[in-house]
């Protein structure tokens, strides 16, 4: 056994890791999700058909070429708490899990085919300054890992701070979002087809307010992947 074997092994003695859902003990093969959680995941299937429910958000808002969501965030579920970890307690390392997770499962379909890098959704600097992190580039982090397609990040930003998508109606996030991302560097997305990446999916509106900064690249093509989407 090595020294990093024995010291990871006493620390899990010490400091046991909990499965993020329900609370069991993970063995050293299990990361964030016991085998049980991972497996009743309500994973959304959302890539395997076409013109699919998350792909209308976007119709006649902007072109996308395909769209999806891991799994559904549904109020009351034990499965909160991975968004809830990943955005609220610091927890970085569950956005790259999920990602990893996300993108061996997504891979096996082709959803990646053609992607050239992924775009996570930009923080605001002072929400990222206060959290210490962007969700979304841990997200993007993990799905680059898997599938090998580059993170882009600083190319484009978000000038405006805005208030809390949560408990607004479907109005007032479309207003809360307008023209809120500005591109700083058409270069990187030139002729290429860019996955943007966020954690949750509502109504769409952050997403397409992404997509729209990148409405005057030449020759750009766009897609949208989610960790979660609400049902």
Known sequence: MSWKDWFQSVATLFYPKTCIVCGSSLSRQETHLCARCSVGLPRTNLHLVSGNEAEKLFWGKVDVQRVSAYFYYQRGSDYRSVLRRLKYEGEQEVGVTMGRQMARELLQADFFEGIDCLLPVPLHKKKQRIRGYNQSVCIAQ????????????????REKNTETQT???ALQRWENVEGIFKLQNAEPFEGKHVLIIDDVLTTGSTCVACADALQGVARVKLSVLT?????
């Open 142 to 157: 993990g799905i680059s890992e898997v599938t090998g397609v580059p993170v882009i990040e600083g190319a484009v930003t």
């Open 227 to 231: 960790l979660a989407m609400v049902k």
């Open 167 to 169: 408990r607004k109606s």
